[in-house]
Structure formats: C-alpha cells, structure tokens
C-alpha cells in the first residue's frame, strides 16, 4: 500500500506565494512520474505541471513562469512552488505519482487527498 500526504495549501492574496508538498510513504520501489493536477468546480481535473525520473518538467501553459515543480527522490516528495499567483489559480490541487511496488511489479497511479489554494484579495 501506498499513502500519499499532502500539505501547503491555503488563501493567499493575487500576487502571493504559495508551496505544495506531497509525500508518499509505504510500499516503494521505484517513482516515475510525480505531478500536480488541479480542479474546480464543475470543471475536469487539469494538468498543472509533472516531472518525470531524470526528465523534464512539463507545464502548463497557464502557470508557466510562474509555477516551479521539483522531486526529492530520497524523500519520496513532490512540491510546486507556486509564485504570482492570480485568482484563476483557485483550485483544488492534487498530486499524483505513478508508482511501482517492487521490481517485478507493474506501476500504478497514486492520488494525494487534495489542498484547497484560494487566491483572493
């Protein structure tokens, strides 16, 4: 079993900073992808920004500049730096992480439980 923990969410004023942590703990042998997605309301789950194992970030196109992803493997953490932040930023961000259990095992997607980020002033 996988758990995923994430924190760093909050209300910040237009133009405020805000930073995502997502750890995962429990049954690893290896990480592959770790991203951020975000949803709204009524909306589907958008990509907001991912990382692959030795790879490039990817962005965006509406948090590029301004969103920073980066992994701690020894930690097993993801976080987004989140800078300049606009009030269309307001979402609740998730994590994701595409796992694999053991050497002989498939991967499999994780999910974090979700943060609320409100941008408003």
């Known amino acids: 079993q996988v758990q995923l923990v994430e924190s760093g969410g909050g209300q910040v004023q237009p133009g405020g900073s805000l930073r995502l942590s997502c750890a995962a703990s429990?049954?690893?042998?290896?990480?592959?992808?770790m991203g951020w997605y975000r949803q709204t309301p009524g909306k589907q789950r958008e990509l907001v920004a991912n990382?692959?194992?030795?790879?490039?970030?990817k962005y965006a196109v509406s948090v590029k500049g301004r969103f920073t992803i980066s992994r701690d493997n020894a930690k097993n953490t993801v976080y987004l730096q989140m800078d300049s932040l606009k009030p269309e930023d307001t979402a609740v961000y998730y994590c994701?992480?595409?796992?694999?259990?053991?050497?002989?095992?498939?991967?499999?997607?994780?999910w974090g439980q979700g943060t609320q980020v409100t941008v408003s002033s």
């Open positions: 994701n992480l595409v796992i694999s259990g053991s050497s002989s095992s498939g991967w499999y997607t994780y």
């Open positions: 429990g049954s690893i042998f290896r990480i592959n992808v």
């Open positions: 990382i692959p194992s030795g790879g490039s970030a």
